[in-house]
């Protein structure tokens, strides 16, 4: 349960608000966190985040020895690409950034926009996705795994190999080598609940073990009867060591970095209990814990379970796993230059001046904007609905999603317009706010189609017929493009895919309302068909089969909106 | 809910076990932790403890700046005298030692009786409780209020002292000053619950925000509807300022140490949203936060909810909030001397010789010895009854705790007799054992009284009619004095009191067992009689009337064995 928020959209900017006002070493920017103290100039700044709900990960890192900066998405969800690009903006000071998360999807494209972004701006970039999790895929494809403990000690490592005088170069090589080294596994015992929600995300059944779920109740390898203390450390150890390196010579030789990570509601005494056979299980199989740490360091809510993490250290690894740090969450050692000067300077998501544009253009950007204010209306009035549609085998919170994007992208428009901006510019700002407010894939995706419909048209033309349907159909293929799923998959590629192969069918050059009419027809058809889609995905194989029947609420969401685009058109 | 332990009765012992393994600067002793490193020669000790499940509280504040040593009780129940005695021997090294706790009326009596133990072994002790929970008592008797969040600052307030070359006057004074200066308030949402049980302790009902209830649930000052985040944080602020002093020149000027603790399930960015909160709310007060603390300090197993802390600072308590300190679970700043040398020697809880006794003596003692495990299978049979009754208004532990001290009593009897030991020595070797193996309040008073029963009678004398009714009367005596409770406060009194009446008035020289028989039951009598005390005690108040109808356990087990003890004589 979460008990204590205001309004709950709100949750996530508010507690970064409070996070910065309690730590004088922390100052807020735009879309997240950054040092007080300016980056030394020229060093790599380490810039890492992901979802709110994991304090201390990752906020609570940014500090010498660490990170230079951490930009906080909503609850579980991505920061949006525009966060991660601003808070890179203000901890880059020469020396190119490491952009550094857990390998989930959202993260993987929001972090990965925002380095397009910082590189058409000339900044050299690096991305390093930690991937730890040995439930989420087979060691033969263990980038794709998700990254969860392990977070800690791999950009620890990045952290303060940079502090030593890494370069770009170097720091990416460190991460993918700490990367490498470290395993974890977890196990969950109930679930968590959403600020201002008053039903768990998703629940454990009572005396179950859910071994190898996600911070995020992301489905594990199996479940299993509750077991004790000794049960579950065994387990676990079991589990991590499965894939132990040989050792080697100057290489790994017995000694690992181990952490224990509380969930939320798994107490310190319990991990305790825990850690002292975990203790007992390295030293039967001859492995020195160095500087171990037990306590919650990625957490998840109120979620009930714990994590094991190691890193098979050689002795590069170990001297940067004890490295000195100095963060809000995390200490060790001295740094060598703890008083450092505060900075006064900071990168700001200005007013950027609006293009010049003609009336014709102008003309069509006031349509473009009541389009966009038509959706945030129908996103209000399905946003109930489509939450608990997602409820079912997602989080719940596509309904909330949709509705934070289209409010963020309509008063973008509107904003737009009234600086005199052209379609293809009114286009693009709704389009980074969508993605901005909403975070998410869904998010990411509807921001980077409206972006590309507005590349699709100018600022000086007006949008006739056929640069309409081009627009939508550069939408469509950029949604396409970017979500990487194919149609059966149940996302929203389900229902968009058929909408652009029906407009394209359709549209004869003067027809564009009936053609996307038509188009939206198929695609809602589309929708509702994902319902039949019996493919074993996501949490039902937590939750057994309860997806079964349910329509795709991505699928959904964009077959409602062109549905009233055609409507609107006709 | 506690999910991971292996027995639920050594989960504590467990824990401390795990926190030692994963601390390479603390080192395990009997009874709790003390600092690797030695204490430095002439330096004050300062040992601090309390229940366990309260984690950071108190063993994570072990370390350099802070505490030498932590004597670490059963869940929510305080340590025994003879883990506080061990752990401050281990701790001392010729300069004293300050005792520091949370005001409970069980650590009260247990760190006083070591106190009285390390003051007969010639040490000089200061016992310091810490009272800060505005919301236990009114301004007047505050030194009467429970010691919640408001241990952190104050103790740490000592430990800097100490660090800085206070000597034990000096700690004494501060303590005392960082206390007045210091007032907390709680809220909590809902209970917590201890290993290996199904039910919660307590719980809140949902939707309520009990205001002020204690860190084990102790009754508040009133329920409220649960409110926003903004509602807790005036909530809280609005009494903590409650009793603000006045502002004076050089004492305290508007700067206050700030700290937000959560119990458990209130999780971090949570904490920020109220601290976001708190700071304006401050500011608005012209208050100037110092080195605020969010997190997790004085926890309370899986509890929903949290505390605000605030010392009223001058420039005095302001330098010791802000010293250094370098502990496992708190951190500030450079230790100036961080590498201390690892200790070897530590005082170890040895097989004391027994002293010489007589063959008629020592009879005696097997009788003795008898009786005593005739009380642990009276208790094994009991417990179970005596813990129901006692979660009706209580914290449903006093089975349990009469089981554990019973049989550790038991088994010291036997030990004894077999090295053989004189009546005097078995019930002093018992009634150690009992308090050690029992902690709590009843353990600490059960032990108390057999050893006043063994320093009535000799190791060289036989244990006559009259030798047995006087011992029995010391051992109730001083249950009496130690308990500080009258009759009719529905506690063991209620029952031993009378028992002690209709002894010195039923015997008349030679029939002891009949006297005992007719005190027991007059004590039984007594102890269900308190059933009919309807005063508004414990968490009857939080729970409703159910306490109403039941009678007081302690009260019962001891009416039980009395009567055990006369049909064992009869």
Redesign the interface.
Known sequence: ??????QPSD??A??????A??H?TITQVHGGVVRASATPPGQPALVIGGG??H??AFS?WVGPGMAHGSPCGN?FASPSASQVYSVARNAENGGGVVLGFGNFAGDVLHFGLAAEKLRADGFDVRVVPVSDDVASSDQENRRDRRGIGGVLPVLKAVGAAIEDGADLDEAERIAAKANEATRSLGVA??GCTL?GVDEPLFRVPEGILAVGMGIHGEPGVRDEP?G???D?AALLVDGVLREEPARTTGGYDGRAAVI?NGL??????????????V?RLLAERDIVPV????G?FV?S??M?G?SLTLVFLDDELERLWTAPIDTPAF?R??MPD?DRPLRDNFWELGDEPVPDSEEASRQSARRIADVIALFERVCAREEEELGRIDSVAGDGDHGQGMLLGSSGAADAARKAVSQDAGARTVLARSGEAWAESAGGTSGALWGAALVAAGNAVSDQEGVDQEALVGALDAAVETIGRLGGAKEGDKTMMDSALPFRRTLAASFTGQNAGEAIASAAAAAREAADATASITANKGRARVLGDKSLGTVDPGALSFAILMTELGEHLA
């Open positions: 349960m979460t008990y204590l928020y205001d949750f996530a508010d507690a970064v608000a409070g996070f006002a309690a004088p709110a709900g304090y201390p609570g609850v015992f109930d600020p509750m004790t203390a000794a579950v224990l939320g509601t798994v107490k310190y005494e319990e991990q305790f209990v825990v850690y002292n056979h203790a500087r171990p740490e037990v919650e957490s809510l109120d009930a714990l200490h050692g001295i703890i």
